[in-house]
């Protein structure tokens, strides 16, 4: 007899992208119409995104009120609105593994955007947007960064972006440095400082600045270097990296994840054989390493071998405090602090650590909001979603505003980002980390 629920701890069950009948269209077919039957009975997850309530309009207006009269075609409205979040999976579906129904929701809306990537279906601007490294190195080329900054803030040319690739004018579009985090730290050698082991740190790290540190925003990447090595933690810049695949994966361009897999792995795990560990300053990011990759290529001893190196900034902090080598000199107060808590950070399951450490702080509040931001990377770009992740976003602007903090902040320095284009009163979000290095007070320059 079948179980309602269960009680057990989710466990996720490999990819399966090596086997044939993953991009058996008849197969998939029958599992979306199967899992979208077990959707559409439970609806716990109607409040996360715009797939599910696209998915239940969809059951409710077809003549039968049932799967079964919804058009196959119109399955792609659903798998459309999909990107990845993980928090049907993690904090509403009761079906998950080891539950006999089976359900991985966001698996197999990845496993049909698969499908049709390699139908050639996906939109040119897609393939374009998530081209990050590509993006990042034409982009903030010198003089070009500047250009591009300016332009992007211009009604006419966002008009003209919207008719010929179908970016929404009104999204906030991230602005590009020509003074990337690798110029910016060409100099930069790992200090000289007696490298302390914990049971579960080995107390120097490499950092994988991603596309977004080190061609967007930075300056977090040289917050971490100086909050590390004020902690004595010697920091490595990884120089020869690429894109950690995520932008790719959510596409459904698995083969590029493939590819950007072949060029990073290497890399980073020869840097754990020279007892480094490895963080990275995006969460999504480290997820990538952390759990994707590890399930996409289940029986490959580097991608393990990385995964189990592979540390979010705050959790490693607070691995260092919990064997009294955090250093709490503070000098500065923070107030409250509205803390967008990350999907992609929440998946990890590591607990809110970016709280807890800044909750040592004196004088520190923090108000943690475990709500989606709507942004993923790319979604609220595209024309067509803009209005869905303004309408995700809203009860988190709501709850910065009815915070009255004195900071706002997330994590993810996009999901940041959105939160001040929702709030559009001038502010900007802060990053946790400069937070973070503002609370220690001066602590030099990179």
Same mark, same amino acid.
């Given at each position: 007899?079948?179980?309602?629920?269960?009680?057990?701890?989710?466990?996720?069950?490999?990819?399966?992208?090596?086997?044939?009948?993953?991009?058996?269209?008849?197969?998939?077919?029958?599992?979306?119409?199967?899992?979208?039957?077990?959707?559409?009975?439970?609806?716990?997850?109607?409040?996360?995104?715009?797939?599910?309530?696209?998915?239940?309009?969809?059951?409710?207006?077809?003549?039968?009120?049932?799967?079964?009269?919804?058009?196959?075609?119109?399955?792609?409205?659903?798998?459309?609105?999909?990107?990845?979040?993980?928090?049907?999976?993690?904090?509403?579906?009761?079906?998950?593994?080891?539950?006999?129904?089976?359900?991985?929701?966001?698996?197999?809306?990845?496993?049909?955007?698969?499908?049709?990537?390699?139908?050639?279906?996906?939109?040119?601007?897609?393939?374009?947007?998530?081209?990050?490294?590509?993006?990042?190195?034409?982009?903030s080329t010198p003089g070009i960064a500047q250009a591009?900054?300016?332009?992007?803030?211009?009604?006419?040319?966002?008009?003209?972006?919207?008719?010929?690739?179908?970016?929404?004018?009104?999204?906030?579009?991230?602005?590009?440095?020509?003074?990337?985090?690798?110029? !910016?730290?060409? +100099?930069?050698?790992? &200090?000289?400082?007696?490298?302390?082991?914990?049971?579960?740190? %080995?107390? =120097?790290?490499? *950092?994988?600045?991603?596309?977004?540190?080190?061609?967007?925003?930075?300056?977090?990447?040289?917050?971490?270097?100086?909050?590390?090595?004020?902690?004595?933690?010697?920091?490595?810049?990884?120089?020869?990296?690429?894109?950690?695949?995520?932008?790719?994966?959510?596409?459904?361009?698995?083969?590029?994840?493939?590819?950007?897999?072949?060029?990073?792995?290497?890399?980073?795990?020869?840097?754990?054989?020279?007892?480094?560990?490895?963080?990275?300053?995006?969460?999504?990011?480290?997820?990538?390493?952390?759990?994707?990759?590890?399930?996409?290529?289940?029986?490959?001893? !580097?991608?393990? +071998?990385?995964?189990? &190196?592979?540390?979010?900034?705050?959790?490693?902090?607070?691995? %260092?405090? =919990?064997?009294? *080598?955090?250093?709490?000199?503070?000098?500065?107060?923070?107030?409250?602090?509205?803390?967008?808590?990350?999907?992609?950070?929440?998946?990890?399951?590591?607990?809110?650590?970016?709280?807890?450490?800044?909750?040592l702080i004196p004088g520190t509040e923090i108000v943690?909001?475990?709500?989606?931001?709507?942004?993923?990377?790319?979604?609220?770009?595209?024309?067509?979603?803009?209005?869905?992740?303004?309408?995700?976003?809203?009860?988190?602007?709501?709850?910065?505003?009815?915070?009255?903090?004195?900071?706002?902040?997330?994590?993810?320095?996009?999901?940041?980002?959105?939160?001040?284009?929702?709030?559009?009163?001038?502010?900007?979000?802060?990053?946790?980390?400069?937070?973070?290095?503002?609370?220690?007070?001066? *602590?030099?320059?990179?």
């Amino acid at each position: 007899m079948s179980r309602e629920g269960s009680l057990d701890a989710p466990i996720r069950h490999p990819l399966g992208q090596d086997k044939r009948e993953f991009f058996d269209e008849d197969r998939l077919d029958k599992e979306l119409e199967r899992i979208f039957g077990i959707c559409h009975g439970c609806r716990r997850c109607f409040s996360l995104c715009e797939t599910f309530p696209t998915l239940f309009d969809l059951v409710d207006e077809s003549e039968t009120m049932e799967v079964d009269g919804v058009a196959k075609e119109d399955y792609d409205k659903v798998i459309d609105h999909c990107y990845q979040c993980d928090m049907c999976y993690q904090t509403k579906c009761p079906y998950v593994p080891p539950h006999e129904w089976n359900v991985d929701f966001p698996h197999l809306m990845l496993r049909a955007k698969a499908v049709k990537f390699k139908k050639n279906e996906s939109k040119f601007r897609d393939r374009l947007i998530t081209s990050t490294d590509l993006m990042g190195a034409v982009i903030s080329t010198p003089g070009i960064a500047q250009a591009a900054n300016r332009v992007n803030k211009m009604k006419p040319f966002r008009k003209l972006l919207d008719f010929v690739l179908q970016i929404h004018p009104d999204a906030s579009l991230p602005e590009y440095q020509s003074n990337t985090l690798n110029r !910016r730290t060409r +100099k930069h050698v790992p &200090a000289d400082i007696k490298v302390k082991q914990t049971e579960s740190t %080995r107390g =120097k790290v490499a *950092l994988f600045a991603t596309c977004y540190g080190n061609y967007n925003a930075p300056e977090l990447g040289q917050d971490l270097v100086q909050i590390f090595e004020h902690n004595g933690i010697p920091v490595k810049i990884i120089r020869d990296a690429r894109c950690c695949g995520m932008p790719k994966y959510e596409l459904g361009d698995l083969d590029t994840v493939e590819k950007l897999k072949r060029h990073n792995i290497p890399v980073l795990a020869r840097l754990v054989d020279e007892g480094y560990d490895l963080v990275t300053l995006i969460p999504s990011c480290t997820l990538m390493f952390k759990q994707e990759l590890p399930l996409m290529y289940p029986d490959e001893s !580097r991608v393990k +071998k990385v995964q189990q &190196a592979m540390f979010d900034p705050f959790e490693y902090l607070m691995l %260092r405090h =919990k064997e009294g *080598l955090l250093k709490t000199d503070f000098n500065n107060s923070l107030g409250k602090v509205a803390y967008q808590v990350a999907c992609h950070q929440r998946v990890q399951n590591i607990g809110m650590k970016t709280r807890d450490i800044l909750q040592l702080i004196p004088g520190t509040e923090i108000v943690p909001i475990e709500r989606c931001t709507g942004h993923d990377g790319t979604y609220t770009f595209k024309s067509e979603k803009h209005e869905a992740a303004m309408k995700i976003l809203k009860p988190v602007v709501s709850r910065v505003q009815q915070s009255e903090a004195a900071h706002y902040t997330s994590d993810c320095a996009m999901a940041g980002a959105h939160i001040a284009h929702g709030l559009a009163d001038g502010t900007k979000a802060t990053h946790p980390l400069s937070l973070l290095k503002y609370a220690y007070g001066s *602590l030099g320059s990179e």
